[in-house]
């Protein structure tokens, strides 16, 4: 049992050492770039017809149409899901936000769906950091990734 627990340790501590912080995201025409947190260029990739929507910790999202693509600082695809009628809405942490009408949906870098949340009257909505933000005609309600209300 202590060799499993060992084991399981040293893998997670392998996993978190490779993963790479993502200080930033610039995109110039088809050409995306990866920065570290110091702003030291991480690489460098051509990739037409997508559309930036944010950065997270250790992912960003590209939107082309219906399809939604994670992917790592090395561009490296985490998860790749078709969600029709959708707008992204942005990438916090560890999770982003689609919305569709009035329903704002959660989900993680695999595209798992964490929670979703409806909304009467929802005109747009932002993320920042844990929280997104929905905003309302003469409103706004804050809400963390699993859609609770803060």
Do not use: W
Not at 7 to 35: E, H, P, R
């Amino acid at each position: 049992m202590k060799k499993l627990f060992f084991a399981s340790l040293l893998m997670f501590a392998t996993i978190c050492l490779f993963a790479q912080t993502i200080g930033k995201v610039q995109q110039d025409g088809n050409t995306f770039t990866t920065y570290d947190k110091n702003g030291k260029k991480i690489t460098s990739q051509s990739m037409p017809s997508q559309k930036l929507i944010g950065v997270g910790y250790d992912f960003f999202l590209l939107q082309s149409g219906t399809n939604y693509t994670t992917l790592d600082a090395n561009f490296k695809q985490i998860g790749r899901a078709s969600f029709p009628n959708t707008e992204g809405i942005g990438v916090g942490n560890d999770f982003f936000v689609l919305k569709l009408r009035t329903t704002f949906t959660t989900y993680d870098s695999k595209m798992k769906k964490i929670s979703h949340v409806s909304v009467g009257g929802a005109v747009s909505g932002t993320v920042s950091g844990d929280i997104f933000t929905v905003n309302l005609a003469n409103s706004k309600q804050r809400y963390d990734k699993n859609c609770r209300a803060k």
